[in-house]
């Protein structure tokens, strides 16, 4: 496989990980595990972060987000998208594999696994037709993929979502149902409740994102802003990170660990779509001729999903006590641990990439 002159460089010394990115794994196991703890023994502080909402939107999730991801977001060269943007190949691998593949299999899968139980089938299916718009950024960049065509694909899908949204729900939950002479159930979803989630999630961080690179290269030029000031704001994607992991679990907590059983089945199918989405999609955007970066971006877009979106669409439709919100929940859950082992998977394919613009010593801090 041949790569574009763009897309290809000689691998290069850069620093090695720090601590914080070495041991990501253990971080992110020890803040799902606070979490959990927390809304297990403290039961009032999961009613307590729900208070603290606007909407359907929890205010303490969006203020992790909005840490986790603008430092990576002020990486990106937005002068570079461009190239990214006129790339077919991308653009429509990416399109195909978020809006039809992932959607479909997600459904396959729900109906396959769980036929019997129709709260948490409609929660899986609901997780599935919510596309990544968030931390697909971080796994994107722990990974070394190409940030800007992250960033281009992340707000297709937010354009995707505003519009898309509630349509597939009809259809994967009422018409195909319907069609294939299964239970079918309706699913009434505002488009501006899912416009205030793509503004609030993706919208905030990047437009401080964009603000701050152009204002950082004017004042000081594009070497000392990625030298100097991106490493000093760099741990704070990963600090995001795991103060959203532990709010979202301390908010579920109680609700996981009272029904392990019906978690664990929940669990299977979505364990089988993320590995396989990632898996599938890394390997079409190699047979389509991606280099390593752009392929990575593609696969973990498409693997990922919008999980604050899924949860806060749940609550919002069947309520918070509902299988449909726990489907919800358990899918970060899952999707958390298995992106990040899909991370060390994902850098250990770049032999297969011919010139891999990539280097597994490059560091998100």
């Not at 190239?83 to 396959?108: E, K, Q, Y």
């Not at 905030?204 to 964009?210: D, R, V």
């Not at 590995?275 to 890394?282: A, T």
């Not at 806060?312 to 309520?319: E, Q």
Request: net charge positive; hydrophobic share 55%.
């Amino acid at each position: 496989m041949t790569n574009n002159s763009a897309d290809t460089a000689t691998i290069s010394s850069v620093p090695r990980m720090s601590t914080l990115d070495k041991y990501l794994a253990v971080w992110i196991g020890l803040a799902m595990l606070v979490g959990l703890l927390l809304g297990r023994w403290v039961p009032s502080i999961a009613s307590a972060l729900d208070a603290v909402s606007v909407g359907s939107i929890s205010l303490p999730i969006a203020i992790g987000l909005l840490v986790m991801m603008y430092p990576v977001l002020a990486k990106v060269r937005y002068d570079e998208v461009g190239h990214v943007a006129r790339d077919t190949r991308t653009m429509v691998l990416s399109l195909v594999l978020n809006w039809i593949v992932g959607p479909a299999f997600m459904f396959t899968l729900a109906w396959l696994f769980l036929p019997d139980l129709p709260e948490y089938r409609t929660g899986l299916i609901i997780v599935g037709l919510a596309r990544c718009i968030a931390m697909v950024i971080i796994w994107n960049d722990l990974a070394c993929g190409d940030r800007e065509a992250a960033a281009v694909l992340i707000a297709i899908n937010s354009v995707f979502q505003v519009f898309a949204f509630a349509l597939l729900g009809w259809f994967y939950l009422d018409l195909l149902p319907g069609w294939l002479g299964l239970s079918s159930t309706g699913l009434e979803v505002s488009p501006w409740q899912i416009a205030g989630s793509v503004l609030v999630f993706l919208g905030i961080p990047l437009a401080a994102g964009f603000a701050t690179r152009k204002v950082g290269e004017a004042r000081w030029g594009r070497e000392r802003y990625e030298n100097q000031f991106l490493p000093r704001i760099g741990p704070w994607a990963l600090y995001g990170l795991l103060f959203t992991v532990v709010v979202l679990f301390a908010l579920q907590g109680g609700a996981i660990t009272n029904r392990p059983l019906d978690v664990a089945r929940i669990a299977v199918p979505l364990m089988i779509y993320f590995v396989v989405m990632w898996g599938g999609s890394m390997f079409l955007a190699h047979r389509v001729g991606l280099g390593y970066e752009r392929a990575t971006s593609v696969a973990f877009t498409a693997a990922g999903n919008n999980f604050e979106l899924a949860i806060a669409v749940a609550i919002a439709v069947f309520g918070i006590a509902s299988g449909q919100a726990l489907a919800g929940v358990v899918g970060p859950l899952i999707e958390v641990p298995i992106l990040v082992g899909l991370v060390y998977v994902s850098l250990w394919t770049r032999r297969f990439f011919r010139n891999p613009t990539v280097t597994v010593t490059r560091s998100t801090t």
